[in-house]
């Protein structure tokens, strides 16, 4: 899904839930795609992770996915180290 556009405020007429929620089928694409933002949308803390991971310089956010898309063999541990959190790999 495309980031919200900054530009062209809409003070005058904001867009409607309906408007909003058919900009969301129709950027889907497939059905098992939107059940499961639906599904994963109703987590708790799962509107702050995005938050945070749409917040992070497109570089670093790349970095990340491409990180996360090199797990199919392995499973994600995530341990903190002080004011650090540590984000790595580990075999099944």
């Given amino acids: 899904m495309s980031p919200p556009s900054r530009e062209g405020a809409f ?3 904001p867009p409607s839930a309906q408007d909003i929620a058919l900009a969301i089928l129709l950027e889907a694409e497939s059905l098992p795609q939107l059940m499961e933002l639906h599904y994963y949308a109703g987590e708790p803390g799962f509107l702050e992770i995005v938050r945070a991971l749409a ?3 497109e ?3 790349e970095d990340l996915r491409k990180f ?7 499973r994600i541990q995530v341990r903190r180290d002080g004011s650090r959190l540590i984000v790595e790999r580990v075999a099944r």
Avoid: E, I, K, Y
């Avoid at 996360?68 to 392995?74: F, I, K, M, N, Y």
């Fill in 11 to 13: 003070d005058d007429d």
């Fill in 68 to 74: 996360l898309a090199a797990t199919d063999r392995h």
């Fill in 59 to 61: 570089d670093a956010r």
């Fill in 55 to 57: 917040a992070l310089p």
